[in-house]
């Protein structure tokens, strides 16, 4: 399965993270917004789409930071991040989703999922 995820960066440093639903699978444990990339969708426009229907904003020139494979008991996921700096609109949790704005620095102190962990220490570097 193909998966995309986005770190939303605001002018301060911080970055935007999402709980996971009570619906979902590892319900209540946080991570980078995004989802499924669907058929035919490049990994950016799918990226778009799913930052559209999850909070609402338009993302402008996402960057590409990392892909990695993770594989949980019941599947194994690819996943790419995206580092968002550029995008209109106030991000809302449109699935009923909890948001919450985190330092860089400090996102290594939140229940984020096992498989965005690499990511946190890629964003780290690149907003130093």
Known sequence: MRV????????????????RPVTKHLAGRWEFPGGK?????????????????????EVREPQFCLRLRHRYPERTVELSFWLVRD?????????????????AARLDREDILEADR???EALQRLLQ
């Open 118 to 120: 690499p990511f946190i």
């Open 87 to 103: 995008f209109a609109g106030e991000p809302r949790g449109l699935d009923g989703q909890q948001l919450k704005w985190v330092p």
């Open 4 to 19: 995309v995820a986005g770190a939303l960066c605001d002018g301060r440093g911080q970055i935007l993270i999402a709980q």
């Open 37 to 57: 990339v669907g058929s035919g969708e490049t990994e950016s426009e799918a990226l778009a789409r799913e930052l559209r229907e999850e909070l609402g904003i």
